[in-house]
């Protein structure tokens, strides 16, 4: 009799594990990206060492009041007034020429606020638009560069 076990057992091959594979795609990965990370952060291979970042200290900016204005609201609205104040956001070397032209902005303010129609204050968005409308006619007189925005401190209709 033949031994037939021993044949069929040398004809299959033996399987190769997965196992060491996996293994070693999975250090690749975590290897390369401690890597990427030591180098992106500074850990190694830096030219200097990181210097910590400076704090921001915020814009030269200077509120320039407008002088409180009363503006009397003519038409059907007889004996109704608009109290208004303001203040003007200014960059800190513009503060002298904003304030030398106050006189002018203080008279461009009160004719605007004089033509607006009664109608419109009386909306929930009014106070919007004419913040926009006055800011704009305040850099026409002052200058675009001199005037960054306009903050309305003060808005009552009695």
Not at 27 to 54: D, Q, R
Request: net charge negative.
């Amino acid at each position: 009799m033949t031994d037939t076990s021993g044949a069929a057992a040398e004809e299959t091959p033996k399987k190769r594990s997965v196992v060491p594979i996996l293994i070693g795609a999975v250090l690749a990965v975590v290897l390369g990206g401690g890597g990427y990370f030591a180098v992106n952060s500074g850990m190694i291979l830096a030219s200097k060492p990181a210097e910590p970042e400076e704090k921001a200290t915020g814009p030269d900016v200077t509120f320039v009041p407008i002088d409180p204005l009363v503006v009397s609201l003519g038409g059907v609205t007889a004996g109704r007034h608009l109290r208004f104040q303001a203040q003007l956001e200014v960059p800190g070397d513009a503060v002298r020429d904003v304030t030398d032209l106050m006189p002018r902005v203080t008279d461009v303010l009160n004719g605007y606020l004089r033509a607006v129609d009664m109608a419109m204050l009386e909306q929930p968005a009014a106070l919007i638009q004419l913040r926009a409308q006055m800011l704009r006619r305040v850099r026409m007189v002052v200058g675009e560069d001199k005037v960054r925005d306009l903050l309305v401190m003060e808005f009552v209709l009695n």
